[in-house]
């Protein structure tokens, strides 16, 4: 992501390390009632910020391993968090004479241009090969000013997800202006532009900012040199009846891409610099900006916690684990409580099952999980998500050494059950059964779960598709509608319980690997189900769509952040009811 200002205040703002976090009291008490806030929300961070800073949140030992290691800059997370996006949203009931760049949107079969738009020549516009069709675009230049078609599709499909890549297009078409204006599709010739009665201008408005927002991400820490968007100013030009309610929608959608970007930028970095002490930092980090509670547990205490999965998969790494625990709580109250569970496995070698050297390309991104709970729990606040939110973070890397677990060992998981390694590379469900199980002693009234899990579901569901499996239908019903509100597709995989027996193991409770070439993705979900008892639960298999090989839309190569936007989408609709 390209901050120029952030590199100035890096060392300024650079998070310090502080003594070990508090040791946890009686192991055989849920640890959601040992666990030690290392700041409070409301009322105490204000009053620690007028006397001169807020109170920092449970430290965690610094990473030696780090940026610092190789000759650069330690970032300030502090800065990311809080400074991105570089655009401004802002709606307005006519057309700013400023603009540098003027966008309209057409639909297909139907075009309009809205008044006040000149050389914008539909005919022209037919004849240079436009058809509307989604996300396309025709950019033509009007004397001192660009003029950009967008092509909307068809316009009984309008969505939110048409008005993303609407949002994407015109970020990239006016990349090169500072101030650019949208113009919505107009009902007829020569009428306002009006939304159409599908898109409330509230969905309308967070559309487009998520979109142009995205668009403009870009990870350019590590390069000598990068030309980022020049786009600084944005404003949707609708009624002035609907101005307040699109303006509402353009801060949400610019807060929830911030959110999305964090998460690109956790899986982004190198697995040298984001480690998981470095994840703990940064966790800290988001904990005082977001007023959430956080709670890291160092490599003694998942020990002494019975976390035998995730420190089982540590063995064979230098670098120790870390388990982060942050808490959201509501002002007002909750009305349920729900706990999110992500896989970080900062870089995965497959273990002594190690990998191949081109499946090791990308592993870097293993943690994208852990990613998009911390990423999304900094926007919890400032989206006032209604409910009670608990984010539990396994991470640590998988590495082979003389000390890494060997297939056939036997781990013992945090609620009792025993499992057998039989593959080392299966090791994101292992830290998950800690994760799960910690998750379940809270009693939420949902878990939902995110991981990089398995090859499989990227067979059976592409790059674009993330496999979506439970144990409750009204759950994962849900979390499907949430992902197609929020873009984020997602398929309804079984869990039969006639595979159940695929993960039988001969010396073991369970085994971590199912029956060699069958149902591979489903295993691993029965697997999991195993340690969430009768809690509602779903689990999203992101290993397809965590990663993007191409700059496509409001995508970029690398690091998408999926589940994030899936997730504030259903925490901010939920309810125990």
């Known amino acids: 992501m390209s901050r120029p200002a952030m590199a100035k205040k890096a060392t300024a703002k650079r998070a310090t390390a502080k003594k070990p976090v508090t040791r946890r009291a009686a192991a055989n008490k849920p640890l959601a009632k040992r666990a030690v806030a290392g700041t409070q929300a409301g009322a105490k961070k204000q009053a620690g910020a007028k006397r001169g800073g807020a109170k920092r949140v449970g430290a965690v030992k610094s990473d030696g391993a780090r940026r610092a290691a190789t000759g650069g800059t330690t970032p300030s997370w502090q800065a990311r968090i809080t400074s991105w996006p570089d655009i401004s949203f802002s709606s307005a009931a006519a057309l700013p004479a400023d603009s540098d760049a003027v966008a309209v949107g057409f639909f297909a079969g139907r075009p309009a241009v809205p008044a006040g738009i000149r050389g914008l020549d539909v005919a022209l516009l037919r004849r240079q090969g436009f058809e509307a069709k989604v996300g396309q675009t025709h950019v033509l230049t009007a004397g001192r000013q660009t003029q950009i078609a967008i092509g909307l599709g068809d316009p009984g499909r309008y969505s939110p997800e048409v008005a993303r890549r609407a949002g994407a297009a015109l970020a990239r078409s006016a990349s090169h202006v500072r101030r650019a204006a949208f113009l919505p599709p107009a009902e007829g010739r020569g009428t306002r532009a009006r939304p159409m009665p599908t898109l409330s201008p509230g969905e309308l408005g967070q559309a487009l900012a998520e979109g142009a927002s995205l668009a403009t991400y870009e990870f350019s820490e590590y390069k000598s040199s990068s030309a980022p968007s020049r786009l600084r100013r944005v404003i949707v030009v609708v009624p002035e009846t609907e101005r307040r309610e699109?303006?509402?929608?353009?801060?949400?959608?610019?807060?929830?891409?911030?959110?999305?970007?964090?998460?690109?930028?956790?899986?982004?970095?190198?697995?040298?610099?984001?480690?998981?002490?470095?994840?703990a930092e940064v966790a800290t980090a988001v904990a005082e900006s977001s007023r959430l509670e956080l709670k890291v547990l160092d490599e003694n205490e998942i020990a002494e916690e019975r976390l035998g999965g995730l420190a089982g998969v540590a063995l064979g790494s230098e670098e120790p684990p870390r388990l982060i625990r942050l808490t959201y709580e509501p002002e007002g109250g909750a009305s349920a409580t729900v706990a999110l569970v992500g896989k970080g496995i900062t870089f995965d070698s497959g273990g002594l099952s190690l990998k191949t050297a081109d499946g090791m390309m990308s592993m870097k991104t293993d943690m994208s999980g852990a990613a998009a709970v911390l990423a999304t729990m900094s926007a919890l606040a400032d989206l006032q998500v209604p409910v009670r939110v608990i984010g539990i973070m396994p991470t640590t890397e998988n590495m082979p050494s003389g000390r890494a677990i060997k297939p056939g060992d036997v781990l013992r998981a945090r609620n009792g059950k025993t499992i057998e390694v039989l593959n080392t590379d299966a090791e994101g469900r292992l830290v998950l059964a800690d994760g799960l199980s910690l998750a379940a002693e809270e009693k939420p009234d949902a878990i939902v779960d995110l991981a990089t899990l398995t090859g499989a579901c990227v067979v059976a569901l592409g790059r674009q598709i993330a496999g979506l499996m439970g144990n409750d239908d009204r759950l994962v019903a849900r979390v499907k509608d949430a992902s197609e509100r929020s873009g984020e597709p997602t398929w309804h995989l079984p869990l039969p319980d006639e595979y159940r027996r695929h993960i039988d193991s001969e010396v073991?409770?369970?085994?971590?690997?199912?029956?060699?070439?069958?149902?591979?993705?489903l295993a691993a979900g029965l697997f999991l189900r195993e340690f969430v008892g009768q809690i509602p639960w779903a689990h999203l298999d992101i290993a397809g769509p965590a990663r993007s090989d191409a700059d496509e839309g409001y995508l970029r190569k690398g690091g998408t952040g999926f589940g994030v936007r899936t997730l504030i989408e259903l925490l901010k609709s939920f309810s125990a009811s």
């Not at 949400?252 to 610099?273: I, K, S, Y």
């Not at 971590?512 to 591979?520: I, P, R, T």
């Open 246 to 279: 699109v303006a509402d929608g353009l801060r949400r959608g610019a807060r929830v891409a911030r959110a999305v970007g964090l998460a690109r930028d956790l899986v982004n970095e190198p697995a040298r610099a984001m480690t998981p002490r470095r994840l």
């Open 508 to 521: 073991a409770d369970i085994k971590n690997v199912g029956n060699a070439g069958q149902a591979g993705a």
